[in-house]
């Protein structure tokens, strides 16, 4: 009988060894997976987590109307305008002897013309590269797609020209520090505007709108107070019989 317990006992005891043992090579292999796959599950959750797609603090999710893009032109966008503009505008000056203060004077016409000329004329040619700001106009509610607008205005020799971008853009192609490539930008429409600006004579000339009997407006020049004063000295030398 003794015999017979002691071979039980001895059973028993390599039994459960062999359980503990089994428990352990099963939990060296856990170790052994987790250490050389575990990085990559990890990474995969996080991508597939709820949070990462719904983060209220990430770029894609701040976009909102009035925020703005860094739009990076790197391949360069070429080119060529040319504006022209001319304007003549002529202005007919009568002057009669004013009753009110010479009553004495005679009557007399003395008329002069004067001619407005504004002429320009801008042509460029190149290719626009850089970086423009823009702003999120609109963000579909279906798709989630942002329509951006950006001006830049530049003026040179006092010629204003300026450069309108605008397009349609996927938040998904947004970098982290809120730029994007002008390439990714769908319906990419960029247009060059410029306009000359009207050229003033000098000394300035006082125009006037006078309304006609019929209803129509007709613009009158208004002479300056030096030109009354210079037209009165020239009729008072007439009237003493002296030389101009």
Do not use: H
């Not at 352990?24 to 990559?40: E, H, T």
């Not at 005679?106 to 700001?133: A, C, E, H, M, Q």
């Not at 006078?210 to 009165?232: C, H």
């Amino acid at each position: 009988m003794k015999n017979g317990s002691n071979v039980s006992g001895f059973a028993d005891y390599c039994s459960r060894n062999s359980k503990i043992l089994t428990i352990g090579i099963v939990y060296s292999l856990f170790i052994i997976f987790f250490l050389l796959f575990g990085n990559d599950f990890g990474l995969d959750a996080q991508d597939a987590s709820l949070w990462t797609e719904k983060n209220p603090y990430s770029v894609r999710q701040s976009i909102k109307v009035g925020s703005p893009l860094f739009v990076k032109i790197r391949n360069g966008l070429q080119a060529e305008f040319e504006l022209e503009s001319n304007a003549d505008e002529t202005i007919t000056l009568k002057s009669m002897p004013d009753k009110k203060i010479i009553p004495d004077m005679p009557s007399y016409n003395n008329d002069r013309t004067i001619t407005r000329k504004n002429k320009g004329k801008i042509k460029s040619f190149g290719k626009v590269k850089g970086n423009l700001t823009a702003l999120v106009t609109a963000v579909d509610p279906n798709t989630g797609l942002l329509t951006i607008q950006g001006q830049k205005v530049n003026v040179i020799n006092g010629e204003e020209n300026s450069l309108v971008l605008s397009g349609t853009v996927s938040p998904e192609f947004v970098e982290k520090d809120s730029s994007i490539d002008a390439d990714k930008i769908a319906n990419l429409q960029v247009n060059f505007n410029g306009r000359i600006n009207p050229k003033q004579v000098n000394p300035p000339i006082a125009l006037k709108s006078v309304t006609n009997p019929d209803g129509s407006v007709t613009i009158k020049a208004e002479l300056s107070e030096e030109e009354k004063q210079r037209l009165i000295l020239n009729q008072l030398n007439r009237l003493l019989g002296e030389s101009q």
